[in-house]
């Protein structure tokens, strides 16, 4: 009964590879958005999506690109990864309710190295 | 804009002693604050929130923390350490305007010594 769930955990690739994250939610919630990590434990939006629809959409290489099949569901392929990209993907939803302090609920992250 | 600044990158204290994190925050509106408490390979777990109802808000595990809009600080504290609260401290606030993303600090790490 995970709420936030992502796959894999653990991603290790070779830099110029294309990747996919997936991520589910199994909470009714209908916002759902990504976050990065980097090797200093800081955290930034990339993107976030309400019903499908892309409402967030932070300064992010066009290599990055989201998707929502359903309000459960919220992917992340990356393409020709860089380097860079080596970092902890954060997936969280939360219940739009109009407010700003709806809780933010977290997945457990998914580590991605590229070598 | 709004933003968060963590005023304590590390902060060491002994089993049985006070925990205070620092946090102060900058916004042209009325905040939304969270904190949140990252364990070592782990996810996320909201402690408390903020939610102008009470400038007191408690949290789990015996978190508090206080809104001071004066001093435009979120500091969370804990009266007694234990060393299962050895763990990275986010303190957030939400930006309604933009959807409700999270706007991070730069995260306060928790040591506690035996």
């Known amino acids: 009964d995970t709420a936030v769930s992502q796959t894999p955990k653990y991603l290790v690739t070779q830099m110029g590879n294309d990747k996919s994250i997936k991520c589910e939610q199994n909470l009714g919630h209908d916002t759902m958005y990504w976050y990065k990590q980097d090797s200093k434990k800081f955290l930034k939006i990339m993107f976030s999506?309400?019903?499908?629809?892309?409402?967030i959409n932070e300064t992010v290489p066009n290599r990055f690109s989201p998707k929502s099949p359903d309000k459960a569901h919220l992917n992340l392929h990356i393409n020709s990864l860089e380097l860079g990209d080596s970092a902890v993907y954060f997936c969280?939803?939360?219940?739009?309710?109009?407010?700003?302090?709806?809780?933010?609920?977290f997945g457990p992250g998914t580590r991605l190295t590229v070598l | 804009a709004q933003s968060v600044t963590q005023l304590d990158s590390h902060v060491s204290v002994s089993e049985g002693t006070p925990v205070l994190l620092r946090c102060n925050y900058s916004?042209?509106?009325?905040?939304?604050l969270f904190w949140y408490v990252q364990h070592p390979n782990k996810g996320l777990q909201l402690l408390l929130k903020y939610t102008s109802a009470a400038t007191l808000v408690k949290g789990i595990n015996g978190f508090e923390a206080e809104f001071k809009k004066s001093e435009t600080s979120f500091h969370l504290t804990k009266p007694s350490a234990h060393m299962s609260d050895a763990a990275e401290y986010f303190c957030?606030?939400?930006?309604?305007?933009?959807?409700?993303?999270?706007?991070f600090g730069q995260g306060t790490e928790l040591s506690v010594k035996p």
């Open positions: 999506y309400n019903n499908k629809e892309l409402i």
């Open positions: 969280a939803s939360r219940r739009t309710s109009g407010t700003s302090t709806d809780t933010q609920y």
């Open positions: 916004s042209s509106y009325s905040p939304s």
């Open positions: 957030v606030v939400s930006n309604y305007n933009q959807g409700g993303k999270l706007i």
